[in-house]
């Protein structure tokens, strides 16, 4: 028996001004507008700059969904960031984020579940939330993976952006019609490989070698990739929907991770759903791994597409490899 629900109290974005489209980077590697356009959707992203870290951008989306809801600063009880390009190692950028906010004796630390990020943050907020241990859970979904991005390598660095997306989790009073209704994480990691940055930790300590050879970056086998993207988030979803007694049909938008917009066609396809009502901005802001959720979500919040009482299904899969999916009524 859950003790509380848990709902969204509301959501803020924050993307870097410096804005890098497919004709600039046809001047970078050898790629065209043409290809990057046919197959991912993407036109344009935005690229932080040497000064801007993640917490940079993790503040301004914060500060933006706070001020955006009813709820006080001093009133947040716990922060959560999905990240996989924090500002370190280690403080995690949710320290520093308390810190930026001026939020003092409250817990903070970050998740690392590559895209799936932010999915995985909410799963885990939500359970606070429910159990009565905490009332509003900030939780961001934030990269910077232009910083570690492989400018030579036209398979990967063609397909990311920087940006940053949050949310606050609370406890819904019993009036409320907007709550969390499900969430389901999952992963594998035996695919691990597929998707990894190689140096930097204890497997391969940063050394001159690590640097020349490019292992800091992101490696990816983009089309193995691809062809789990499809089938896990319908995996995630469909079991959702099913065990919730509900159908696609009583699904007003679909948010889904944005790394490709022939994989978000293909799971619209799977699902029987019109792209009429998939929420889609990959073409200005590329992928933004943990960030695209919240940052898609805000902006279809902010154009009053998605609006208080509809029902929302979120889904996302990445580094890991994880995938997940998140049902709610907004
Ligand atoms: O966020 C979660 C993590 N990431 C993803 O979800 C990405 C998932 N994967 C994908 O979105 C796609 O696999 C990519 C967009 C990365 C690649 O698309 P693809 O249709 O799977 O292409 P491919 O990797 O099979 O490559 C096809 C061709 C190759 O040339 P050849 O061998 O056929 O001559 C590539 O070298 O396209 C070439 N290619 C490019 N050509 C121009 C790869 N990147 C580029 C490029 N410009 N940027």
Redesign the pocket.
């Known amino acids: 028996m859950l003790s509380y629900h848990a709902k969204f109290s509301s959501f803020g974005s924050h993307a870097p001004k410096k804005i890098l489209n497919n004709f600039d980077l046809e001047k970078i ?4 507008d043409e ?2 356009r046919t ?2 959707g993407m036109f344009e992203r935005h690229i932080a700059s040497e000064s801007e870290a993640a917490s940079d951008l993790a503040f301004q989306a914060a500060t933006n969904c706070i001020e955006s809801s009813n709820v006080k600063y001093k009133d947040i009880d716990q922060i959560i960031v999905a990240t996989i390009s924090g500002d370190h190692p280690f403080p995690s950028t949710a320290c520093i984020l308390q810190k930026k906010l001026g939020l003092k004796n409250i817990p903070a630390f970050d998740v690392s579940a ?2 799936t990020g932010f999915v995985y943050a909410i799963d885990i907020a939500r359970q606070y939330v429910e159990n009565g241990i905490a009332q509003n859970i900030l939780v961001v979904g934030v990269e910077i993976l232009t910083k570690i991005t492989n400018w030579k390598d ?2 990967t660095c ?2 990311f952006g920087d940006g940053a997306g949050a949310t606050i989790v609370s406890r819904a009073e019993a009036s409320d019609i907007s709550r969390i209704i499900d969430t389901k994480i999952d992963a594998d990691g035996s695919q691990g490989e597929f ?1 990894i940055q190689q140096a930097g930790g204890s497997r391969m300590p940063a050394s001159h070698e690590s640097v020349d050879k490019n292992l800091h970056t992101v490696f ?1 086998e ?2 193995r ?2 062809k789990n ?1 499809i089938k896990s988030m319908f995996a995630s979803s469909d079991e959702l929907l099913r065990r919730n007694n509900l159908s696609v049909s009583d699904v007003d938008w679909i948010i889904p ?1 944005q ?2 917009l ?2 978000i066609e293909g799971l619209a396809e799977k699902m029987k759903v019109s792209m009429s009502k998939v929420i889609v901005n990959i073409e200005k802001y590329g ?1 933004t ?1 943990s960030a695209t959720i919240p940052l898609a979500a805000d902006e279809a919040i902010r154009n009053k597409k998605i609006r208080r009482g509809d029902i929302i299904l979120l889904t996302s ?3 890991g490899l994880t995938w997940g999916s998140i049902l709610a009524r907004y």
């Open positions: 590697v050898d790629t065209t290809w990057i197959r991912t590559g895209c036209r398979n063609v397909l998707l990816m983009g089309n990739i691809f993207a991770h790394a490709n022939r994989i992928n791994s899969f990445g580094a």
